[in-house]
């Protein structure tokens, strides 16, 4: 699945309205409808908004793997990583 169908699957399950989701992430509604036919991409920043919406990660919304599980594994409390 790619981002279009992706996000209008994501957006029917979780039984929300192209206006609901909009206005959740902050864009017009035109903009979700053209995210779900391919018409537009979203930016970065949005495409996080979508992922945090659903609470799925980022490689998930796009197509990249059908896990939808956030990898918190490589999350550490030490801001630098070279320690």
Do not use: C, W
Request: charged residues 35%; without cysteine.
């Amino acid at each position: 699945m790619d981002l279009p169908e992706r996000l209008r699957h994501l957006r029917r399950s979780k039984k929300v309205s192209q206006e609901q989701l909009a206005a959740a992430v902050e864009v017009a509604r035109s903009n979700i409808s053209g995210y779900e036919h391919g018409d537009v991409r979203p930016s970065y920043e949005i495409l996080i908004r979508l992922a945090d919406f659903f609470g799925v990660s980022l490689d998930y919304l796009v197509g990249r793997t059908d896990r939808p599980e956030i990898n918190r594994s490589a999350e550490t409390d030490d801001p630098d990583p070279r320690r």
